[in-house]
């Protein structure tokens, strides 16, 4: 079972800016081939980081609202969430680059 989350026009708010935890978000299509290129390292690092930080993914073909709201135009993007607020935000990285991102935003 994948610890990544599946976020969603409709449940954004809720999962994502109302969150006890920091979220990292992948923003991505099924058609991008760099976005299932990192597919298996965000899938890692949620198992890695369950229960401290929220990691979930939004296809921007399905959602364009959310994102659109956060001015996502090149995928992969990946926003990370705190408090409601974006903390940060790139493109892809090395699966230490993102880890140390989020041990920096961890309670």
Do not use: H
């Amino acid at each position: 079972m994948s610890n990544v989350a599946q976020f969603t026009d409709e449940n954004f708010e809720v999962e994502v800016l109302q969150s006890e935890l920091p979220v990292l978000v992948d923003f991505w299509a099924p058609w991008c081939g760099p976005c299932r290129q990192i597919g298996p390292v965000i899938d890692q690092l949620a198992a890695e980081n369950a229960g401290k930080v929220k990691i979930g993914k939004v296809n921007t073909d399905e959602n364009p609202d959310v994102s659109q709201r956060y001015q996502v135009f090149t995928i992969p993007t990946l926003v990370v969430f705190k408090g409601g607020e974006v903390v940060d935000r790139f493109g892809p990285q090395s699966k230490a680059a993102i880890q140390k991102t989020l041990d920096g935003v961890k309670g």
